[in-house]
């Protein structure tokens, strides 16, 4: 659906209510997706996370080694998906069974 002034809206099917899409990631935030650590640790955003395995970064040229300190972590919209910076790598994604909150 899109309005006079040409921003679009997105359905949200959990509420049946059209939503500005600024706000659509906050809705889908609230909704209570649980974010899980490899053990088992519930993850907040601006968590710290230590990886358990090596990981080769598509794209970077670069492997993460285990035990590797991540800082200040975001949750995206996806239950086993989390959002991170890392020096030299912009755009990290970072699958929650490979991290442990530290």
């Known amino acids: 659906m899109s309005t006079p002034d040409g921003e679009d809206y997105v359905y949200d099917e959990a509420s049946g209510e059209w939503i ?5 990631g906050t809705a889908a935030g609230e909704e209570g997706i649980e974010v899980r ?25 670069q492997t993460l080694k285990r ?8 949750l995206t919209g996806d239950a086993q998906e989390i ?9 990290l994604v970072l699958r929650a069974e490979f991290v442990r909150k530290r």
Not at 20 to 24: F, L, N, T
Not at 55 to 60: I, M, N, R
Not at 67 to 74: C, F, M, N, Q, V
Request: one cysteine or more; proline letters at 2%.
């Open 83 to 91: 959002d991170c910076r890392f020096d030299g790598i912009k755009g």
């Open 67 to 74: 035990g590797t300190l991540i800082k200040s972590i975001r």
């Open 37 to 61: 650590d490899a053990v088992g640790n519930l993850l907040a955003d601006g968590d710290q996370v230590t990886l358990i395995k090596d990981l080769k970064v598509k794209g970077a040229g």
């Open 20 to 24: 500005a899409p600024g706000e659509a």
